[in-house]
Antibody
Framework: EVQLVETGGGLIQPGGSLRLSCAASGFSVSNNYMTWVRQTPGKGLEWVSIIYSGGSRYYTDSVKGRFIISRDNSKNTLYLQMNSLRPEDTAVYYC?????????????WGQGTLVTVSS | DIQMTQSPSSLSTSVGDRVTITCQASQGISNYLNWYQQKPGKPPKLLIYGASNLETGVPSRFSGSGSGTDFTFNISSLQPEDIATYYCQQYDILPLTFGPGTKVDIK
């Protein structure tokens, strides 16, 4: 059974850092493209970052230079290192698995982890 | 960036009614469009990929169509469990972008 479990969220002061983890089971993160999507409380969905099976990584402009997506194949885990956090980064962060038949479609999602950036 | 708009932003209708949601892209995206359902406190669930392909396990009352800039999502007969917010998402060009969502409620 495919499962994704995010951890690492919490309350952090502006300028601080957090690392989100997304532990995968039932499939290999190294063989799939994976993404992070965030959702501001009560608002819509915003794509954050993607990593392809070949290792290419891309980011939305607002997090470029501050966030880093990575994976540890031995732990079958996806990460999002978030630095220089801003209040506008406050959101629920979801990791999701890329769909095999629709590049850019995401068929399994974690339950999300809340990141709150506030002093 | 490709902007996605959805209409209506919310709707309230009766069980058994047909529901139609439209999604428009700011530029042509071929058929690189997904539809997701999200219930409160839950992650999005993929319903339709490639504009018209029903994801495995999704009931056949859900359907999608369209190409280029204009897309339509339908629920043929609304069920109580379909109460949710529905989002379109394009994957033609990065950054991936989502529509603002359509909240569907029971009258």
């Amino acid at each position: 059974e495919v499962q994704l479990v995010e951890t690492g969220g919490g309350l952090i002061q502006p300028g601080g850092s957090l690392r989100l983890s997304c532990a995968a089971s039932g499939f290999s993160v190294s063989n799939n493209y994976m993404t992070w999507v965030r959702q501001t409380p009560g608002k819509g969905l915003e794509w954050v970052s993607i990593i392809y099976s070949g290792g290419s990584r891309y980011y939305t402009d607002s997090v470029k230079g501050r966030f880093i997506i990575s994976r540890d194949n031995s732990k079958n885990t996806l990460y999002l290192q978030m630095n220089s956090l801003r209040p506008e980064d406050t959101a629920v962060y979801y990791c999701a698995r890329g769909h095999s038949r629709g590049q850019g479609s995401f068929d399994y999602w974690g339950q999300g982890t809340l990141v709150t950036v506030s002093s | 960036d490709i902007q996605m708009t959805q209409s209506p932003s919310s709707l309230s209708t009766s069980v058994g009614d047909r529901v139609t949601i439209t999604c428009q892209a700011s530029q042509g995206i071929s058929n690189y469009l997904n539809w997701y359902q999200q219930k409160p406190g839950k992650p999005p669930k993929l319903l339709i990929y490639g504009a018209s392909n029903l994801e495995t396990g999704v009931p056949s009352r859900f359907s999608g169509s369209g190409s280029g800039t204009d897309f339509t999502f339908n629920i043929s007969s609304l069920q109580p469990e379909d109460i949710a917010t529905y989002y379109c998402q394009q994957y033609d060009i990065l950054p991936l972008t989502f529509g603002p969502g359509t909240k569907v409620d029971i009258k």
